[in-house]
């Protein structure tokens, strides 16, 4: 199974900030089935990202993801207070489909 | 706009086996694959496993032993059954779709596994 391991465990920014969140995989991502959710307390998660750079529909534009192979990065351009939340990666390329641990974004 | 509700018991006794049932509105099941994830309190995702409409599965090894999931398509729902459950399978179990990454989810259900 394909382990993700996401970085940092915890992120403290200010809004308006630029958040750079990163996920790396132990082994390559096929064809880069990688996904990112945000997940807020009580919620289910939603879907950011998928195909490690395409936007779901109705994500605004200040999320984009980047990377390629085994190493992946979400990034928040210009941080607004709603986007203070869990942020999780996911491959689903290779069975089992595996998450990250996630990542916490919260506010300085 | 596809629309997901699981439902099923809240609390499931150790041993016994977790059922539960998710209701597609808002789009045909014969779309997507559905897939089951749980969360166990204040810890990350899991995914359990899909399948497809034309019943084509796919799980997790870690719980494959124990796990089935079907689907019903005259009813527009699919489920989950998990045996010989134990405590560390109290989770929030989560039904969702999706064909890259999952679009889809439902708002998901608390299941128990108590005595």
Redesign the interface.
């Known amino acids: 199974?394909i382990v993700l391991t996401q970085s940092p465990g915890t992120l403290s920014l200010s809004p308006g900030e630029r958040a750079t969140l990163s996920c790396r995989a132990r082994q390559s991502v096929s064809s880069n089935?990688l996904?990112w959710?945000q997940q807020k307390p009580g919620q289910?998660?939603?879907?950011l990202?998928?195909?490690a750079s395409?936007r779901?529909?109705g994500i605004p534009d200040r999320f984009s993801g980047s990377g390629s192979g085994t190493d992946f990065t979400l990034t928040i351009s210009r941080l607004e207070p709603e986007d203070f939340a869990v942020y999780?990666c996911?491959q689903?390329g290779s069975?089992?489909?595996?998450?990250?641990?996630?990542t916490k974004l919260e506010i300085k | 706009q596809v629309q997901l509700q699981e439902s099923g018991p809240g609390l499931v006794k150790p041993s016994e086996t977790l059922s539960l049932t998710c209701t597609v509105s808002g789009g045909s099941i014969s779309s997507y694959f559905w897939n089951w994830i749980r969360q166990p309190p204040g810890k990350g995702l899991e995914w359990i496993g899909y399948i497809h409409y034309r019943g084509g599965t796919n799980y997790n090894p870690s719980l494959k032993s124990r796990v089935t999931i079907s689907v019903d398509t005259s009813k527009n729902q699919f489920s989950l059954r998990l045996s010989s459950v134990t405590a560390a399978d109290t989770a929030v179990y989560y039904c969702a779709a999706g064909g890259s990454g999952v679009t889809y989810w439902g708002q998901g259900t608390l299941v128990t596994v108590s005595s």
């Open positions: 199974e089935y996904a959710y289910a998660p939603r879907l990202i998928y195909g395409s779901a529909t999780y996911q689903y069975s089992p489909y595996t998450f990250g641990q996630g």
